[in-house]
Nanobody
Framework: VQLQASGGGLVQAGGSLRLSCKAS????????MGWFRQAPGKEREFVAA????????YYADSVKGRFTISRDNAKNTVYLQMNNLKPEDTAVYYC??????????????????WGQGTLVTVSS
């Protein structure tokens, strides 16, 4: 199983980026998926999660209203649209997937699979 994250880069404050995470090796169409990030010198933190159907989403307070998580189960891919980026959003962003199926309570998801990360740098 592999999760391949892409879409990171350098952007000015106020700009936008769209991250993608494509899964291979198995389908996650019945599993929750999420995004995390780790800034230099800090611990990894939760960013956003989405239920298997896409009908439920959950965000960290720091990104609520600016980031949108979505998924395309036909493509086995999850996305993170990031708008109005701030310098404090600078981090390596990781996608993750739950091995369990049908989880509805997103704050309780335990992620079993992790991608390799993509770097997002926001300049002021």
């Amino acid at each position: 199983v592999q999760l391949q994250a892409s879409g990171g880069g350098l952007v000015q404050a106020g700009g936008s980026l769209r991250l993608s995470c494509k899964a291979s090796g198995r389908t996650f169409s019945r599993s929750a998926m999420g995004w995390f990030r780790q800034a230099p010198g800090k611990e990894r933190e939760f960013v956003a999660a989405i239920s298997w159907s896409g009908g439920t989403t959950y965000y960290a307070d720091s990104v609520k209203g600016r980031f949108t998580i979505s998924r395309d189960n036909a493509k086995n891919t999850v996305y993170l649209q990031m708008n109005n980026l701030k310098p404090e959003d600078t981090a390596v962003y990781y996608c993750a997937a739950d091995n369990a199926e049908g989880t509805r309570w997103l704050p309780g998801v335990l992620y079993d699979y992790w991608g390799q990360g993509t770097l997002v740098t926001v300049s002021s």
